[in-house]
């Protein structure tokens, strides 16, 4: 969820007044920050990941299922061990924006031999396990990795059970949404979801096409009962599913994967070639086909949570002259992002970028390149949304909470990450679009994924660079229903090709997904190698991996692969046949209270390996294990300690005022790793 500061949130007003404030002492400390870190010594190779789990209680005997506001109870006791003995800890947990929501990740970064690939859906049960144990099964209470509670919003979706406050008095003023189901553990949610409403000037917009069954009527218009000052009925538009408030978005669950790179100019390469995947992966993942108890026309949750935190205002919007404002703004601040950060990927940034230019200007007069400088001038044409009055004075040379508040309120399909202020650790990319699913093979399977796939576009110095233009097709390409199996998405023929020369049109061409991950010949008879493939030949030419991990690694590729060519589903197509097949179901998008149970009773099965899913996954399992092999154990005890040494005289060189770059070159010279 970002930044979470502790102190006293400030109304919007109030925050407002330092909205200059915060931008301008962000850039001084982001450039501290750089010029502090820029050439640190070769980091690592770690990454990890973040699961969101959903609570839920299904009541057998009333044939219903709630999201259960239970998060602040539990959260707590999942922390016990961080907070007590950190070395002990095996897991993480971290509040997220509902009451019923929780987020979970590794104790601590997984390394980079490729053993540490197969332990990672065994920590993901751990994970699930620590929180069953908070719940109390005889009751109906589970986690669930899922996606968009299908009734979210729906009269008594939750339990215990509120009712909205659509007046100017609540935190969403959501005709559906009641202000008791957002997190009240810390105040950073409730103070998000107020201001985002207050500096936008009215509710948060959401209209999602519904899925014209035989019996929906046409035109789908619904009535608001207690719509009593007619925002709603102005906002929502015929045929689609309204929604109103930020819950609807940051509600839902995902998975994200972050990665260290050795380097900050390794980060802005992999934060770039990772980029044109963000649709790709998001519609292979597809796992959001309903919205407030109807099937919708879309797959994923995408478009629902950039429109739900849509805090522009109509000058920024064009609906209105610039006065107030001193942008147009053309997308959400969660959206697909606006600029590369590699030089390869500089003639590639065909968007037009809207950016703070007296910013923009300060950082490349401080020595930061102007890719770089335009990237953060871009982030920070928004206004802070969530201020502490304790955080508003800081020290630039050694805080970073006003650059982390713009920053991390910019919720893009990637993001840049500069390494926290007094760290160990270093320059990150995080990967942001995959939809959550329903159990931890899979999970793990699109996680391993991505980190092989990193490592393989690095060992072979891969090229996947597109236009950003096209990068944002595909973003649309990507929600629509089926895109995996219906849908072509732009992508380059040759990802073996120059980055810096030939004609950047000529390089492009649709595909199916089918042909991007397992290959195929393209309507000029040029063969594309197909990514898995990819990915198998790197595993065939990296170092040694034993017998379990190779196995497991394998079952991982066939379920991606599969999912890509169609034979297996993808969730948001099961869950749409199981409404579909359902004896209740009127072919009218209604998915009723009965059939909801009967869904998420059916994804707890899935889950917990009670019921088959034949269609959507294969009936095997992984060889996962807690650890890696004993024999791997000093080769890992090796990097760390050369790792540490080399942070160490790093920062001794430092201390004693040798510039960067010289005391890089020094310990090259004196290293004896």
């Known amino acids: 969820m970002g930044l979470l500061s502790e102190g006293s949130p400030l109304e919007w007003e109030e925050t407002k007044k330092y909205a200059e404030h915060v931008r301008e002492h962000g850039i001084q400390q982001f450039i501290n920050l750089y010029h502090k870190l820029r050439d640190r010594p070769c980091d690592m190779l770690k990454f990890g990941d973040e699961v969101e789990y959903t609570l839920i209680k299904l009541d057998h005997e009333a044939k219903t299922a709630r999201v259960l506001l239970k998060a602040a109870e539990v959260l707590p006791v999942l922390q016990e061990i961080e907070n007590t003995r950190p070395q002990d800890t095996k897991t993480l947990w971290r509040p997220e924006y509902a009451a019923y929501m929780v987020e979970g990740t590794p104790g601590k970064p997984y390394g980079c031999l490729h053993a540490y690939l197969n332990t990672i859906e065994s920590n993901m049960k751990l994970r699930r396990q620590e929180v069953c144990k908070l719940l109390d099964e005889s009751k109906g209470e589970i986690p669930l990795s899922l996606t968009v509670f299908p009734r979210l919003g729906c009269p008594q979706f939750s339990t215990p059970a509120y009712e909205p406050n659509p007046t100017d008095a609540g935190v969403s003023k959501s005709l559906f949404f009641p202000d008791e189901a957002i997190m009240d553990a810390h105040p950073r949610f409730r103070t998000l979801t107020r201001n985002i409403r207050k500096r936008r000037g009215e509710k948060v917009v959401i209209n999602v096409p519904v899925f014209k069954d035989k019996n929906t009527p046409s035109p789908f218009i619904e009535q608001y009962v207690n719509d009593h000052d007619g925002e709603g009925a102005g906002a929502s538009k015929p045929n689609h599913i309204y929604m109103d408030a930020m819950g609807f978005g940051m509600g839902n669950s995902c998975l994200q994967m972050t990665f260290q790179a050795c380097g900050i100019d390794e980060a802005r390469q992999l934060y770039d070639q990772l980029t044109p995947l963000c649709p790709i992966l998001l519609a292979l993942s597809a796992a959001g086909p309903i919205y407030r108890g109807y099937l919708s026309d879309i797959d994923t949750r995408w478009y629902v949570i950039a429109a739900s935190v849509d805090d522009r205002t109509k000058e920024e919007r064009g609906l209105e002259p610039l006065k107030e404002n001193k942008f147009r703004i053309s997308k959400s601040r969660y959206d697909s992002i606006d600029s590369y950060l590699s030089k390869e990927g500089e003639r590639y940034s065909d968007i037009d970028l809207q950016l703070d230019k007296k ?158 991950f397992n290959g195929g010949t393209l309507n000029d008879g040029q063969e594309f190698p197909g990514l898995v493939p990819l990915v198998k030949q790197y595993l065939n030419t990296a170092e040694s991996t034993d017998v379990d991990t190779m196995c497991t690694l394998q079952r991982y590729l066939k379920l991606i692969s599969d999912r890509a060519s169609g034979k297996l589903m993808t969730t948001a197509h099961w869950m749409r046949e199981f409404v579909r097949d359902h004896p209740k179901y009127q072919y009218d998008s209604v998915v009723t209270e009965e059939i909801n149970y009967d869904l998420l009773k059916a994804c707890a099965g899935i889950t917990n390996g009670t019921r088959d899913a034949p269609g959507l996954l294969h009936p095997v399992q992984s060889k996962t294990k807690h650890e890696i092999p004993d024999s791997f154990k000093s080769q890992v005890e090796e990097h760390e300690e050369s790792d540490q040494r080399r942070h160490k005289k790093w920062k001794e060189l430092k201390s004693n005022g040798v510039d960067s770059t010289d005391a890089n070159e020094n310990m090259v010279v004196n290293s004896s790793d």
């Open 359 to 516: 910013l923009c200007k300060e950082m490349v007069d401080s020595g930061i390149d102007i890719q770089l400088a335009r990237h953060i001038a871009h982030l920070f044409i928004r206004d802070p949304v969530a201020l502490f009055s304790e955080k508003i004075h800081q020290d630039d040379k050694n805080d970073s909470d006003h650059f982390e508040n713009i920053q991390s309120t910019n919720w893009q399909t990637m993001r840049f990450k500069p390494p926290p202020v007094n760290s160990n650790i270093g320059w990150r990319v995080e990967f942001r679009p995959v939809e959550v699913q329903l159990t931890d093979f899979e999970n793990a399977a699109f996680v391993v994924f991505i980190v092989l796939l990193t490592r393989t576009i690095l060992s072979f110095n891969l090229n996947l660079l597109i236009p950003l233009s096209k990068v944002d097709a595909n973003m649309k390409t990507a929600q629509k229903r089926d895109a995996v199996r219906k849908s072509k998405f732009y992508f380059t023929k040759d990802v073996r090709a120059c980055p810096t020369c030939g004609d950047i049109d000529e390089e492009v061409t649709l595909m199916s997904i089918d042909t991007i």
